[in-house]
């Protein structure tokens, strides 16, 4: 079965840095697309960067966009969301996400704060 384990979260100052890391298992994944997206209290889940299968193509929603950096091993089933310049409004639960047989998979989430 598909498993997705997040880690990496935690309290950072504004400006700080985090590496969050999803290991991902139950599924071939250098085959997949795989997304990081987050939520923070009282809003709705939104996607936050996404990196393909092949030839590991970037996306992210503006709001990380020139902070936040997605990678992936396929050798070690990983995928990694670096985030840097970190603000306050980047407070969020950051989760995992893989779509497969057109189901979606996630993480149980890695909490990160930014605050001072």
């Known amino acids: 079965q598909v498993q997705l384990v997040e880690s990496g979260g935690g309290l950072v100052q504004p400006g700080g840095s985090l590496r969050l890391s999803c290991a991902a298992s139950?599924?071939?994944?250098?085959?997949?697309?795989m997304s990081w997206y987050r939520q923070a209290p009282g809003k709705e889940r939104e996607l936050v960067a996404t990196?393909?299968?092949?030839?590991?193509?970037?996306n992210y929603v503006d709001s990380v966009k020139g902070r936040f950096s997605i990678s992936r091993d396929n050798a070690k089933n990983t995928v990694y969301l670096q985030m840097n310049s970190l603000k306050p409004e980047d407070t969020a639960v950051y989760y995992c996400?893989?779509?497969?047989?057109?189901?979606?998979?996630w993480g149980q989430g890695t909490q990160v704060t930014v605050s001072s």
């Open positions: 139950g599924f071939t994944f250098r085959r997949y697309v």
């Open positions: 990196i393909t299968s092949i030839g590991g193509i970037t």
């Open positions: 996400n893989v779509v497969k047989n057109s189901e979606d998979y």
